[in-house]
């Protein structure tokens, strides 16, 4: 399988749909009945107070989570009709993720983490290390390829992390407080590089915060509370 994924195959469909979404624990209900999609290269925020349901919607996203009733379609493809294989596959490229912890695999360089994911959808050597080096120069850090996540910093850290979320092209990034660890110059580094890569890539971001200010790269917020869609604001 190769890396290529036109854009054309993208603008098909929403990057995401999600469709009368409801998940509980039990006996009690944390998403009730969900409604929203995010277009093809359309940048989202999804903000919200602690225990709105942010983060069991996103793991509903992923695949992570079983959810009742409602649909999730990832560019046209719904995941309650996936086997667990499917999901695995479909996480890995259909995907994009940006945590606020990073997650780099800290014996590999910056250049090797960001190459990785190519690995699991068996893209050849050789255009994984193209497209590793032309995001690793894209984030500005082809001078830091060969470093260890531990000698970099919080900013660089995240750059190679968002440069690793696209490398397969997926449709979708999910940011998770991708600003949180950061300070505010380093933090604004990241924000104008999530633009940046979205609309050079065509990618979608559905990008979770707190901050409104972190909102402002997005086209759209979707504000949540209590497991509800309470405003959907151009």
Sequence with gaps: MGLETTRETRSAAPALQIDGLRKSYGAVEVLHGLDFEVAAGERVALMGRSGSGKSTLLNCICGIEPFEAGSIALAGDKLERMT????EAMRRSRIGYVFQSFHLLPTLTALEN??????????SRRERRQRAEALLERVGLEHRARHRPD????????????A???MNRPPLILADEPTGSL????????????EEVSKAEGIAVLLVT?????ARVCERIVQMQDGR??????
Excluded at 84 to 87: G, I
């Design 114 to 123: 960001i190459e990785f994911p190519g690995q699991l959808v068996a893209a």
């Design 183 to 194: 300070d505010s110059t380093s933090g604004e580094q990241v924000l104008g590089l999530i």
């Design 84 to 87: 667990p294989p499917e999901l």
């Design 229 to 234: 869609i309470l405003d959907q604001s151009a």
């Design 151 to 162: 000698a970099l910093s919080g900013g660089e850290r995240q750059r190679v992390a968002l």
């Design 164 to 166: 690793r979320a696209v």
């Design 210 to 214: 707190h901050d409104a200010n972190t």
